[in-house]
């Protein structure tokens, strides 16, 4: 499991697109209904992450800034934003963490996209929104 210390926390949107980065394809490629291989690792690092990392935010009824929380996205949330369904997510977070076992390179791998989105998350709202 990888854990985050975040200020501001981190969005989905903003997975996708490191994840789209590190593995040289688009945002576009990712929540792409293609098989390919590269395509299909790339995404399911970004649905493990999206779980792991992501904030979800919401506010309660009476709207009172003591009502206001995070916490972690749902699989639905997390299967929208990829436009897939919530056992998709499942069984990518179920073949990420199985790989990250037994895959040290690949773990590596997921430890520098986590620092990455970690330093991002640290950065201040005004310098994310220029980016």
């Known amino acids: 499991m990888i854990s985050i210390d975040t200020f501001g926390g981190i969005s989905i949107r903003e997975i996708q697109q490191t ?14 209904p293609s098989r390919r291989r590269q395509v299909t690792c790339a995404r399911h ?7 792991e990392m992501a ?3 919401w506010r309660a009824t009476n709207s009172t800034p003591a ?13 929208i934003a990829f436009a897939r369904d919530h056992s998709s997510v499942i069984h990518a977070c179920t073949a990420v963490k199985r790989r990250l076992r037994d895959d040290l390179g690949f773990a590596m791998l997921l430890n ?4 990455d989105l970690r330093d991002h998350a640290r950065e201040p ?5 220029a980016i």
């Open 19 to 32: 994840v789209a980065l590190a593995f040289n394809l688009s945002v576009r490629d990712i929540v792409s």
């Open 55 to 57: 904030v979800r935010r």
């Open 45 to 51: 690092v970004a649905m493990y992450l999206s779980r």
């Open 125 to 129: 709202a005004t310098a994310r929104e």
């Open 112 to 115: 520098q996209l986590a620092g």
């Open 67 to 79: 009502a206001t929380g995070t916490g972690q996205p749902s699989f639905p949330r997390i299967g």
